[in-house]
C-alpha cells in the first residue's frame, strides 16, 4: 500500500494550495481518508476527513469553511483544497486511510510521506 501526498509549497497569507493524496495497493474506495497536519515541535494534529464514497466529510474547527475535502475514487485519489490559508496553516501535512473515521493518528493504517506547507505573513 501506498499513500503519495503532493502539492505542499510556499504561499502568502490569503492565498490557496490544493494537495492530493493518491493511494495505490488497496481497495481504495471502501477506506476513509483523513488529513493530518504536524507543526514544528506540536504534535499530529486532525485535519479533515472523507469517508468511502464522499457522502460525509468532517473538519477541524482551525480549518472550517477554509479547507474542502473530496475524493475521485476513479483516480484513487483524495484533495484537500485550502483557501484563506493563515501563518498558524504551516505544518507538513499527512494523508492517511482507515476503513473507518477516527480522529487518532494512531488507529490509522496506512500514512503518505507528508507534504510541507508555509504560509508567510
Known amino acids: 500500500v501506498q499513500l503519495q501526498a503532493s502539492g505542499g509549497g510556499l504561499v502568502q497569507a490569503g492565498g490557496s494550495l490544493r494537495l492530493s493524496c493518491a493511494a495505490s495497493g488497496l481497495t481504495f474506495n471502501t477506506y476513509t481518508i483523513a488529513w493530518f497536519r504536524q507543526a514544528p515541535g506540536k504534535e499530529r494534529e486532525f485535519t479533515a476527513h472523507?469517508?468511502?464514497?464522499?457522502?460525509?466529510?468532517y473538519y477541524a474547527d482551525s480549518v472550517k469553511g477554509r479547507f474542502t475535502i473530496s475524493r475521485d475514487n476513479a483516480k484513487n485519489t483524495v484533495y484537500l483544497q485550502m483557501n484563506g490559508l493563515k501563518p498558524e496553516d504551516t505544518a507538513l501535512y499527512y494523508c492517511a486511510a482507515r476503513r473507518s473515521y477516527s480522529p487518532f493518528p494512531n488507529e490509522y493504517d496506512y500514512w503518505g510521506q507528508g507534504t510541507l506547507v508555509t504560509v508567510s505573513s
Open positions: 472523507i469517508v468511502w464514497n464522499g457522502g460525509s466529510t
